[in-house]
């Protein structure tokens, strides 16, 4: 589908052209009509498929088009990082190109006053759309720099990366703020339990939009070294020594971990810097735009990286530790082969990831290729594969079965009651002294 076949506006659709975007993805088509008509959201879908503009897109149209109010603040976009809410800022900023009468301010930790004293600017001027990390936004709110009250959009991105860094209770004292109309928008890539019952008490009979997790790109080569953990920075040292590389990412689900990563290349006279959240903002933008330049050749990272960071040429990624479930591989691994390009992907196993990895290869449906340990660092541990045993789940004298892993799409029970019969329609309140539309 077309985004010329939506009712955004004609500034966006000028934007989207000069950026060469015409068709939608699978989130942007399911999402965006249902913005335009006033529902709550929910969309389940992993980073990559294009949800940023699912919801910046009919939010700007709408806030371009409508009667909202100049001197207050529209729209509050909660990104859990300051790389994301940045990101989400540059894609403000090419949306909107046109968009004259809309404003913008960004909001986030870790910077100098100078910076303190834009947002708060920015804020007093009543910015349309506000992207803050929950901390920023609350230590504003506390000191009265921040009114919601007449907010017309609410967007939680990343839920699950929200709750996984404890951020649910900060983002409910700012929802409290919220008025009742309030349009709220929330995406996650995965739905846990206690983001389902974050989603029912956050949202107002919500439609549901879910894009299956989808593999790994074709183009990525996927290997993996079953070994101990002394052995992991002699196989890195020996992959180093094979080729000359670089762009490259390494990942381990602990900072302190990739803190001992980096001290350990540096000594290996391997060019690289580390990004996790003990550094502070200027020292991220700094390490990020030495890697981007290609100033640095490795770079170790959290899974801070993993989501929302866009990184076109990136060469290979190594899995220092196993990730924790099978999307967060996803994740890790699409940084690299990226724009049509091939990737290499390597994840060191221990022994005592051995089933965690088992689990990630019955998500990809295949084995992942094995590479015996280089000449000279010992045994590896045995990769002993674990049989699942085969059962099924009775429930009140009803089989159950899991769902297909196709794309589904669920409406709230009122919305085919409701909703107007012709689709992608935006309803919004006219203008005084405004002539009926003659769209039919």
């Not at 001197?71 to 990104?79: E, K, T, Y």
């Not at 340990?373 to 699942?388: F, H, N, S």
Request: net charge neutral; with cysteine.
């Amino acid at each position: 589908m077309k985004f010329e076949e939506t009712y955004l506006n004609d500034n966006i659709l000028d934007a989207l052209y000069d950026m060469h975007f015409e068709e939608m993805t699978p989130i942007q088509e399911r999402c965006i009509p249902e913005i335009l008509d006033g529902y709550d959201v929910l969309g389940v879908a992993q980073t990559g498929t294009g949800k940023t503009a699912a919801y910046l897109l009919p939010i700007l149209s709408q806030l371009d088009d409508g009667d909202y109010p100049k001197d207050a603040i529209n729209c509050i976009i909660m990104s859990p990082t300051r790389e994301l809410a940045q990101q989400i800022d540059q894609a403000m900023q090419g949306f909107g190109y046109y968009l004259d009468g809309v404003s913008s301010v960004a909001v986030y930790g870790g910077n100098d006053g100078n910076r303190y004293d834009q947002e708060l600017k920015g804020m007093r001027l009543g910015a349309d759309v506000l992207i803050a990390t929950p901390g920023r936004l609350l230590s504003h709110q506390k000191v009265g720099n921040l009114d919601l009250s007449r907010c017309s959009f609410f967007v939680l991105d990343e839920a699950d990366r929200m709750l996984d860094m404890g951020f649910i209770d900060d983002i409910m004292k700012i929802v409290k703020e919220l008025p009742d109309s309030c349009q709220r928008i929330m995406f996650s890539a995965t739905m846990p339990p206690k983001i389902r019952e974050l989603a029912v008490t956050l949202l107002h009979n919500p439609v549901e939009v879910k894009i299956a997790v989808s593999k790994p790109a074709e183009k990525i080569h996927q290997s993996a070294y079953v070994c101990y953990d002394p052995q992991k920075l002699k196989i890195i040292h020996h992959i180093f020594k094979q080729g000359d590389l670089k762009r490259v990412i390494i990942f381990s689900g602990k900072k302190d971990k990739v803190k001992d990563i980096t001290r350990s290349l540096r000594k290996m006279n391997i060019n690289c810097d580390q990004m996790h959240s003990d550094l502070s903002q200027q020292e991220r933008d700094e390490v990020m735009y030495r890697f981007k330049a290609g100033q640095t050749d490795v770079l170790v990272a959290t899974d801070i990286v993993a989501r929302g960071i866009d990184i076109d040429d990136i060469q290979t990624v190594i899995n220092y530790d196993v990730p924790h479930d099978a999307e967060d591989y996803v994740h890790r691994i699409g940084r690299t082969a990226r724009a049509d390009r091939d990737g290499e992907a390597i994840t060191f196993v221990s022994e005592a990831d051995v089933y965690r990895f088992q689990q990630i290869e019955h998500f990809l449906g295949k084995e992942v290729e094995k590479v015996p340990l280089p000449e000279g660092l010992g045994e590896a541990p045995v990769y002993t594969k674990r049989e699942k045993k085969r059962s099924n789940t009775r429930k009140h004298g009803r089989w159950h079965s899991k769902g297909d892993g196709k794309n589904t799409q669920s409406k709230p029970a009122s919305a085919e009651k409701t909703k107007n019969s012709k689709p992608h329609r935006r309803r919004r309140p006219k203008k005084d002294g405004e002539a009926p539309s003659n769209k039919s």
